[in-house]
């Protein structure tokens, strides 16, 4: 297999000035390295921009496991459901598969980059493979439906911290017919409406993301953004993670199964409070949600990042066994 080039992640820029500009139905190329010293640039792109593209998160082989894991949860989906027609959405993913989905939803692009903009407050929402069968011809092109996601609201003319980060690991080359992501740059902050009636239309600021099986795409959840219509042959599949804050709770699954509860207590044994709080278990949001706020948040996420660290270093013994038991298990 060949060797694939460090993760980077793509920036999109535009003119400055509110005015409107003709569709661009290209996704820039220009990226670079995405790693710990990277993160801080990465986020000012992302407050900019409402999203980012980071190119090559997965490998192949993670690609064609992702699209053989849907297929078994569509099928066994099917058979609980006595129905042959196949669902949009597969959830559950960590509870099913959790030798594979634990280093997904933990893979340091992703989790690094998610606390680096929304805190040390990340919570899992939901992890699912989600597919659309092909449609007719003639909606090549079109938009399913304009929306901003859960917890959204119409932007007050600034920057806030996003509530939900969602991101899209598309599982095929996201070709024009296949139906590329659609977003609206800038319109998790600026005041940017849609008419009832244009909510399937084109628009003329909108920015087509064309990436390619490993990428992933994150975007802020008050970001306008829609999928397109797929008229190519087969399903448009795409592996969907979304993080949320630990005071919101989760809303698409209880990540409570036998599995996901041992992730949990061996979490807990190792000292791991980040992924605790990824299952839902964050034993610090009394006193973290509640400190007063007369400093600026990175000054606090530091420390506790410190703490964090520090607490996890009293069972790093503990936790050796555990990466080995569990890298001799893949």
């Known amino acids: 297999m060949r060797r694939r080039p460090r993760c980077c992640l793509v920036v999109a820029r535009r003119g400055v000035g509110g005015g409107r500009r003709r569709r661009r139905n290209r996704s820039p190329s220009k990226g670079y390295p995405v790693n710990r010293p990277n993160v801080s640039r990465a986020g000012r792109a992302f407050r900019e921009d409402g999203y980012i593209v980071f190119r090559q998160v997965f490998s192949d082989r993670q690609i064609e496991l992702f699209r053989e894991l849907r297929d078994a949860a569509v099928r066994d989906w099917c058979f609980a459901n006595g129905t042959t027609d196949r669902p949009l959405v597969v959830g559950d993913l960590l509870e099913r598969y959790p030798r594979v989905m634990l280093g997904v939803v933990t893979h340091a692009t992703l989790l690094d980059f998610a606390e680096a903009i929304m805190g040390p407050f990340v919570q899992l929402d939901s992890l699912v493979l989600f597919g659309a069968q092909p449609e007719p011809p003639d909606r090549r092109g079109r938009p399913v439906c304009w929306h901003r996601d859960r917890f959204g ?177 893949k």
């Not at 806030?160 to 296949?178: G, V």
């Not at 600026?190 to 795409?217: K, M, S, Y």
């Not at 949990?264 to 034993?283: I, K, M, P, Q, V």
């Open 153 to 329: 609201f119409f932007p007050p003319g600034t920057y806030t911290r996003p509530l939900t980060l969602i991101c899209f690991a598309y599982l095929q080359p996201m070709t024009d017919e296949a139906g590329p992501l659609r977003v609206i740059p800038g319109s998790h902050r600026n005041r940017v409406g849609i008419a009832d009636d244009d909510v399937e239309h084109p628009h003329p600021e909108e920015q087509l993301i064309r990436t390619h099986p490993g990428d992933v795409v994150a975007i802020h959840h008050n970001l306008l953004h829609s999928g397109t219509h797929n008229v190519s042959a087969a399903e448009r599949q795409f592996l969907g993670i979304s993080y949320t804050l630990t005071c919101l709770g989760t809303r698409d699954d209880t990540f409570d199964g036998p599995n996901c509860r041992a992730l949990a207590e061996t979490a807990r044994r190792t000292h791991d409070r980040r992924l605790l709080r990824l299952l839902g278990h964050d034993d610090t949001i009394s006193e973290r949600q509640n400190t007063g706020f007369t400093a600026p948040d990175e000054i606090a996420w530091s420390a506790w990042r410190a703490e964090d660290d520090a607490h996890a270093k009293e069972a790093s013994n503990e936790r050796a066994a555990v990466d080995h038991a569990r890298r001799m298990l």
